[in-house]
T-cell receptor, first 116, second 113 residues
Framework: DTAVSQTPKYLVTQMGNDKSIKCEQN?????MYWYKQDSKKFLKIMFS???????INETVPNRFSPKSPDKAHLNLHINSLELGDSAVYFC???????????????FGPGTRLTVL | AQSVSQHNHHVILSEAASLELGCNYS??????LFWYVQYPGQHLQLLLK??????LVKGIKGFEAEFIKSKFSFNLRKPSVQWSDTAEYFC???????????FGTGTRLQVTL
């Protein structure tokens, strides 16, 4: 009964490679997010999708391309990986309340990406 | 753009001590406030949230937070910490109807026996 799941949990790869991280939520939420947590534990939003449409794109290099095939899935593809991409990537989802505000975000377990 | 400050980067307490973690935000409009906890090696979990109403919010595991609008603060408190509270604590804010969460830099809490 996992709410927000991500695969893989760990990803070790060489510089220059292309890799994807997958995220799925079974909570029925309309909005999904990708966050990056750096080595100092700082969390920063990268992207947000609402009903498969991109609504937030936070100054992320265009090597990162999110894709939302349906509102339950938000995948992250990274081209030409660099050392600085090493981080933990968290997926999250949230419902939209009737007031128009977004409620709390539910986070996945994270994907630890290590670029060698 | 909004920002969130957590001034305590690393806090060490003995079990049964009281806890207060500071959180200040900068935004003049309607805010939605959250505290998340990240236990070692785990994902973020919500401790509590504030949208409106009573500024004293009670969350899970005995945590509470008080929204003081005049001070732009949302400090987290617990009267008596346990060893199992050792974790990273993040304050976060979203504004109005925006979906984006802006996080503080986190406070690492270490509880010793």
């Amino acid at each position: 009964d996992t709410a927000v799941s991500q695969t893989p949990k760990y990803l070790v790869t060489q510089m220059g490679n292309d890799k994807s991280i997958k995220c799925e939520q079974n909570l029925g939420h309309d909005t999904m997010y990708w966050y990056k947590q750096d080595s100092k534990k700082f969390l920063k939003i990268m992207f947000s999708y609402n009903n498969k449409e991109l609504i937030i794109n936070e100054t992320v290099p265009n090597r990162f391309s999110p894709k939302s095939p349906d509102k339950a899935h938000l995948n992250l593809h990274i081209n030409s990986l660099e050392l600085g991409d090493s981080a933990v990537y968290f997926c999250a989802s949230s419902p939209l309340m009737t007031s128009g505000r977004f409620n709390e975000q539910f986070f996945g377990p994270g994907t630890r990406l290590t670029v060698l | 753009a909004q920002s969130v400050s957590q001034h305590n980067h690393h806090v060490i307490l003995s079990e049964a001590a009281s806890l207060e973690l500071g959180c200040n935000y900068s935004y003049g409009g309607t805010v939605n406030l959250f505290w998340y906890v990240q236990y070692p090696g785990q994902h973020l979990q919500l401790l509590l949230k504030y949208f409106s109403g009573d500024p004293l919010v009670k969350g899970i595991k005995g945590f509470e937070a008080e929204f003081i609008k005049s001070k732009f603060s949302f400090n987290l408190r617990k009267p008596s910490v346990q060893w199992s509270d050792t974790a990273e604590y993040f304050c976060a804010v979203s504004t109005g109807t925006a979906s984006k969460l802006t996080f503080g830099t986190g406070t690492r809490l270490q509880v010793t026996l």
